[in-house]
C-alpha cells in the first residue's frame, strides 16, 4: 500500500517513523491530481503545496495531523487563493482571510493539496452546474454516472486516492450523499459543532461543515480537532470537544436503534434492500436492540418541500451581495441596477437563477404566511417528531441512498412532483442540527452502496461507535478506486 492511502493514524505513525515525508505525500498526491480525469479540481495548489511541505522536516509526534496532506472544497475562503464557489459571479475572488477550519488545519500543519469543484453555490446535488462542467464518479470510468453534490469534487477526489481527508459543506446532504456514492465515510456533525467562519452561506439555519475520510477512525480523530467554540461564528457551540476517538472500541450492545418502515419498504434496488435488511441483524448479533418506526408518510413527503422553500429563501437572501460590485467580474452599466443586472445574468447558471426565484417568490409579503411561513412550521412539526423517535431510541439508521449513483440521464436538480422520499431523508439531520454520518455497506455492479446512521445533538461519539461497528460489519475500510486498480475490490 502507498502512504497516501493509509488512514490518519497509520500515516501519523509512518511519517513519525520517518518512513515517508510531507513533501513525498504531497508529490504524490500532486501527481495523482494532474492524473485524475474526473474534473474534481478548481485549482491545484502545486506551488504553496510543495512550498509547505518542504518546511515541515522535524516529525512532531504529539500532532496527529502533522504532514498530513488534504483538500477543500472551494466555498471555504483561503487567504491569497481564489476561492469562486464554483460560480462565474466569483471568478477572480481571492480571500483575504482564512475560514475557521482552514486555519485550524494549518495550525497543526496539515497540507492543501487542491480546491475542489462543487455544484455552483453549493446549490444542487448532482455534481453537475459547477462553471468548469460535471465532476464525475471515480468508480465509473465510462463517466456516465455522477457521484453526487454539492460536495462532489472532495468526494471524487478523496475517492481516487488524492490526499487524507476532504472538506465539504452539508444543507441537506451535500457531504453525506456523495460520500455513499463515492464508498467514502462523510460526517456531518452537529449544527454548530464546527465554526461556519469563512464558509460562503448557503442556508444558514441548514448549513453544516462536513468531511470526507475513508475509514471511520479517521473521521472521529479529525472532528477532535475540527470541532469548537470560535468567536468569529454567534452560532458555534461552547459544549466541550471530545475524545471521540475514544468511543471506537465502546461496541454497540444495548444500543437502541430504529428504523423507518416508510423509507425501507419505498427501495426499489433490491440489492440495497437486501444489504440494510442484512446488516440490521448483523447488528442485533452485537447486541444492538432494533426496532421498526413509522415516522409518518406525510411528514416525509413534506421534507423536500420544505427543504427547498427554505433553502432558497435563505440563499435568495444570503446571495444579494453578489452584484457584481463588492466581488467578481465588473460588468459596466449606466447605473447601479444595470451593471448588478448583466453581473448576475451572466454570473449564475440556470438552476441557481431558478432558485433564486423560488426563493424571491416565497420570500413576497403576499405569499410568506402560504409558503415561507409554511415550510417553516413544517419544518418544526418534522423535529419534533424526531424529538420523539429520539425519546426511546439512540440511533436512526437507514440506507443512505436509494440505489448506487444514479447516471447522469436519469438524475436532474429540477423540481420533481415525484415523493422521494428514500432519496431525500437525510435532510432530517439538517432540520434538527443532528450528526449524521454514512459509511459504506456493500459494492453493486463495482459500484458503492453507503448507509447512514444519525443520532440526538452532540452525540457524535456514541454515533462513531456505531458508525464503527457497522464498518466492521461491511468489512469495507480504506475504500478508494487505487483499491479497485490493484484488484483489492
Avoid at 130 to 150: A, K
Avoid at 480 to 487: D, F, T, Y
Amino acid at each position: 500500500m502507498n502512504y497516501l492511502d493509509m488512514d490518519i493514524l497509520s500515516l501519523h505513525e509512518a511519517l513519525v517513523e520517518k518512513k515517508t515525508t510531507p513533501l513525498e505525500l504531497c508529490k504524490e498526491a500532486i501527481r495523482r491530481a494532474k492524473e485524475n480525469d474526473c474534473n474534481a479540481f478548481e485549482k491545484i495548489l502545486e506551488e504553496e503545496a510543495l512550498k509547505e511541505a518542504e518546511q515541515l522536516v522535524e516529525p512532531e509526534k504529539d500532532n496527529v495531523l502533522w504532514g498530513i496532506p488534504y483538500l477543500a472544497k472551494d466555498n471555504f475562503s483561503t487567504k491569497g487563493i481564489e476561492t469562486t464557489a464554483s460560480s462565474n459571479v466569483l471568478k477572480g475572488y481571492v480571500p483575504l482571510f482564512d475560514a475557521e477550519v482552514i486555519a485550524r488545519l494549518k495550525e497543526r500543519k496539515c497540507v492543501l493539496i487542491a480546491k475542489t469543484s462543487l455544484d455552483e453555490l453549493a446549490m444542487g446535488g448532482t455534481g453537475t452546474t459547477s462553471h468548469i462542467g460535471m465532476t464525475y464518479n471515480p468508480y465509473d470510468p465510462s463517466h456516465e454516472r455522477m457521484v453526487g453534490g454539492s460536495s462532489s469534487g472532495s468526494a471524487a477526489a478523496l475517492a481516487s486516492g488524492i490526499g487524507s481527508f476532504a472538506l465539504g459543506s452539508d444543507t441537506g446532504d451535500s457531504v453525506r450523499k456523495p460520500a455513499s456514492f463515492a464508498g467514502l465515510v462523510g460526517m456531518k456533525p452537529s449544527w454548530g459543532r464546527i465554526s461556519r467562519f469563512g464558509l460562503f452561506p448557503f442556508a444558514p439555519s441548514l448549513d453544516h461543515v462536513g468531511y470526507f475520510t475513508r475509514d471511520v477512525a479517521s473521521s472521529a480523530v479529525l472532528l477532535s480537532f475540527l470541532a469548537g467554540r470560535d468567536d468569529k461564528d454567534m452560532t458555534s457551540s461552547y459544549r466541550p470537544v471530545e475524545d471521540y476517538a475514544s468511543y471506537l472500541d465502546k461496541g454497540i450492545s444495548g444500543v437502541r436503534v430504529c428504523y423507518f418502515s416508510e423509507i425501507v419498504s419505498s427501495l426499489k434496488d433490491e440489492t440495497m434492500k437486501e444489504k440494510f435488511l442484512s446488516s440490521l441483524e448483523e447488528l442485533k448479533k452485537r447486541g444492538a436492540i432494533v426496532e421498526e418506526v413509522s415516522f409518518g408518510l406525510d411528514l416525509l413527503k413534506a421534507v423536500y418541500p420544505a427543504y427547498m422553500v427554505i433553502s432558497c429563501a435563505e440563499a435568495t437572501s444570503n446571495d444579494a451581495n453578489l452584484d457584481g460590485i463588492k466581488f467578481g467580474p465588473y460588468y459596466d452599466g449606466k447605473n447601479y441596477e444595470e451593471a448588478m443586472s448583466k453581473a448576475r445574468t451572466a454570473g449564475f447558471s440556470e438552476l441557481i437563477k431558478r432558485r433564486f426565484v423560488i426563493g424571491s417568490y416565497c420570500l413576497m409579503a403576499e405569499n410568506q404566511e402560504e409558503l415561507f411561513l409554511r415550510a417553516q412550521r413544517l419544518r418544526h412539526m418534522i423535529v419534533d417528531r424526531l424529538s420523539e423517535i429520539y425519546q426511546n431510541h439512540d440511533i436512526v439508521y437507514l440506507p443512505a441512498a436509494p440505489s448506487i449513483a444514479p447516471r447522469f440521464v436519469d438524475a436532474s436538480d429540477k423540481l420533481s412532483a415525484e415523493y422521494l422520499i428514500d432519496d431525500n431523508h437525510l435532510a432530517l439531520g439538517n432540520f434538527a442540527g443532528l450528526p449524521s454520518i454514512t459509511v459504506p455497506l456493500a459494492f453493486e455492479s463495482g459500484m458503492p452502496l453507503g448507509v447512514n446512521a444519525m443520532a440526538r445533538a452532540y452525540e457524535e461519539g456514541p454515533l462513531f461507535a456505531f458508525a464503527k461497528a457497522l464498518e466492521e460489519i461491511s468489512g469495507l475500510s480504506g475504500l478508494s478506486v487505487m483499491n479497485k486498480k490493484e484488484g483489492k475490490l
